[in-house]
């Protein structure tokens, strides 16, 4: 069984630039949660795919946007960085369940200067 | 809304000693509870998780979890820590309808010779 992986593990970017943060899904499952780790504090849920939708969102402005594809991997966006978006960005995948465990990623650590 | 609340954000602890780490949450309904460890430079990795039955919960690696409705808390336990237990632990909440994760802030636990 494949587990939750993600890609790059770092990337450092310029204020006002954009990235792609890549995610791909644990085998079997269709729902993928992406979540922003400041240093220092628990994750921030940013928003939440299930099968190529978007099933939530959490207190982020519109320039966070992503994306699941077909195979359920997805991706998360960011527009116009800002210093403030520097974070750890975990993706964490689960059945389409109310119930079901969410599986982190290792994430990807992304540095705004 | 939910909320979570780790009274501690940092325990020191001799090898070998017991160990709790103490969590509460807040939310006028059922919810689903979860306890994650972090490790330096790493992501999320399940310990255990609460969604019915047994108020008592074992998860990986000795710790384990009371689930107790009238105080609200979801405590974490392990009776005979190691080195490797030193990690950033993170308590979760998911249910009434929001299929996100709510963290807490996290509790260091750090573990000494």
């Known amino acids: 069984e494949t587990g939750v992986t993600q890609s790059p593990t770092h990337l450092i970017k310029t204020r006002g630039q954009q990235v792609t943060l890549r995610c791909s899904s644990q085998s079997g499952h269709n729902t993928v949660s992406w979540y922003q780790q400041a240093l220092g504090q628990g994750p921030q849920f940013i928003f939440q795919?299930?099968?190529?939708?978007?099933?939530g969102r959490g207190n982020f402005p519109p320039r966070f946007s992503g994306l699941q594809f077909p195979n359920y991997s997805s991706e998360l966006n960011v527009n116009a960085l800002e210093l403030d978006d520097s974070a750890l960005y975990l993706c964490a995948s689960s059945l389409r369940s109310s119930t079901d465990t969410q599986y982190f990623g290792p994430g990807t650590r992304l540095t705004v200067l | 809304a939910q909320s979570v609340t780790q009274l501690d954000s940092q325990v020191p602890v001799f090898e070998e000693a017991p160990v709790e780490l103490r969590c509460n949450y807040s939310s006028s309904v059922s919810v689903y509870l979860f306890w994650y460890v972090q490790y330096p430079n790493q992501g999320l990795q399940l310990l255990l998780k609460?969604?019915?039955?047994?108020?008592l919960v074992k998860g990986i690696n000795g710790f384990e979890a009371e689930f107790n409705k009238s105080q609200t808390s979801f405590h974490l336990r392990k009776p005979s820590v190691h080195i490797s237990d030193t990690a950033e632990y993170f308590c979760a909440v998911l249910g009434g309808g929001r299929r996100a994760l709510t963290f807490g802030s996290g509790t260091r636990l750090q573990v000494q010779p």
């Open positions: 609460y969604l019915s039955g047994s108020t």
């Open positions: 795919y299930y099968r190529e939708e978007e099933n």
